[in-house]
């Protein structure tokens, strides 16, 4: 995911540098891809 | 739904999740010590937390407590343990035991007189023999990880004259002779994030696996209820925050009356007030996270965050599966599902209600 796509629930947190952005980038990925999926087809 | 049996087998999707975290280092980028402003890192670390948890608060939880356990362990100075539990590339899953059958709000009321009363009777006591401690007893079935724990940090009562705060926190391998883990608990939300019981018959301890004594436990307590609290507040804004996405996702998409729902005045300003309370609550969360970042925050600030945002995550949650009509009460939808996670919440590391009765007495 790029810098451009961070949830909009980040807006405001403009004293991110681009690698923090880029961490919560990665954790969204991850909830996306990863958590979301196992959660809701085994787990949950 | 999963038997809570199958979520924790070998081989089962949660290992999986486990192993493809640590891939992503995640827990390191945002917790490490790099010796970078630690507002700014505890910030981060926030917003990981709130992501993770968006995607799945049990298994953001579960993901977490592959770090609790190293601090515990660094106090007791055991080599040994030290090696084998905190060494680089270890996974160490964590669990916390202090709930136990007869006793759950009693274990966190730390300003109450009946914390301090040798009448009411703890079900796991530690007596000391010799070099050693030996662990009697039982932990309830509400310990997170309970059932796949490798270190469990023990809080348990040491000096029984003194009541509940006569209690020691002990870290224990649960690979040790004695340890019994039955079956882990089945419950209605967060069910990926494990809950069992842990019972101690005569579990012998070398002293120094006891790091906190009856002295200063009251305060490794309240401290140790404070940092849960905290951290109950950054993930529980990820819950509400998935809640309020999902329902803005569905309400764009599900027409009734020849046009979107969320073209529909009332539905807007349902939708709108959901945003609202999650921002509320994560203005909050931000506030004791960045404070605790440079000094202890206080238990009442910890406690009006975790209750405010728990209470939030349950709100928007129920509104959010209102937007959904019918099709929120489905397994087909994932509403249901975050709704029952939030309402966990609210008892989940103390009753929201018990931990204002506690925290009011520092008003
Ligand atoms: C998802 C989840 C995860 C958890 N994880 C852990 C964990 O990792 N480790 C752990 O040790 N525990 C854990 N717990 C246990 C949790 O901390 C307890 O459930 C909680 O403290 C309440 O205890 P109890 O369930 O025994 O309820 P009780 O204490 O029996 O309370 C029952 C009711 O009585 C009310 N009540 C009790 N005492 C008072 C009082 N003095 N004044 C007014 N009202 C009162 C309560 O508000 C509640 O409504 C977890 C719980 C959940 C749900």
């Given amino acids: 995911m790029s810098v451009m796509t961070l949830p909009s629930a980040h807006l405001l947190d403009a004293s991110f540098t681009d690698e923090d952005r880029e961490v919560v980038a990665l954790a969204h990925r991850f909830a996306v891809e990863v958590m979301r999926p196992a959660a809701r087809s085994s787990t949950a | ?363």
Wanted: with cysteine; hydrophobic share 40%; glycine share 10%.
């Fill in chain 2, 1 to 363: 739904m999963t038997d809570p049996a199958a979520v924790i087998a070998p081989g089962s999707r949660l290992w999986d999740v486990l192993d493809r975290y640590d891939a992503t280092g995640l827990g390191e980028a945002s917790t490490g010590d790099d010796g970078s402003d630690p507002v700014a890192r505890a910030r981060l670390s926030a917003a990981v937390s709130e992501e993770l948890s968006w995607g799945d608060v049990g298994l953001a939880i579960t993901c977490g407590m592959t770090r609790f356990a190293a601090p515990w362990i660094q106090m007791s100075g055991n080599n040994e343990l030290i090696e084998r539990y905190c060494s680089p590339g270890v996974r160490t899953i964590g669990c916390w035991a202090l709930t136990e059958p007869d006793h759950g709000s009693d274990t966190v009321s730390f300003t109450h007189d009946s914390f301090r009363d040798p009448q009411i009777k703890a079900n796991c006591v530690a007596r000391r023999d010799g070099d050693e401690y030996v662990i009697s007893g039982q932990k309830s079935g509400w310990v997170s990880l309970g059932s796949i724990a490798d270190v469990i940090t023990l809080f348990c009562t040491v000096d029984q004259d003194r009541g509940h705060s006569g209690g020691g926190v002990f870290v224990v391998p649960s690979d040790l002779p004695g340890v019994e883990r039955p079956r882990p608990t089945d419950k209605l939300g967060q069910r990926p994030l494990n809950q069992g019981e842990v019972v101690f018959h005569d579990v012998r301890v070398p002293a120094d696996h006891m790091v906190i004594g009856p002295d200063v436990y009251p305060m490794a307590l309240e401290g140790m209820l404070t940092q849960g609290n905290i951290g109950m507040s950054t993930l529980f804004v990820g819950v509400a925050r998935a809640a309020y996405d999902l329902a803005l996702d569905y309400a764009r998409e599900r027409v009734q009356g020849g046009r979107p729902i969320i073209e529909h005045q009332s539905v807007q300003s349902r939708i709108f007030d959901m945003f609202r309370r999650v921002e509320a609550a994560r203005a909050l969360t931000r506030r004791v996270v960045e404070s605790q970042a440079i000094a202890p925050v206080p238990f009442q600030y910890a406690v009006a965050a975790k209750t405010f945002v728990t209470q939030t995550a349950f709100d928007v949650s129920s509104a959010a599966l209102q937007i959904f009509g019918g099709n929120g009460l489905t397994r087909e939808y994932p509403i249901e599902k975050v709704l029952r996670d939030a309402r966990a919440s609210m008892i989940e590391d103390g009753c929201n209600e018990v931990l204002g009765l506690v925290a009011a007495v520092r008003l």
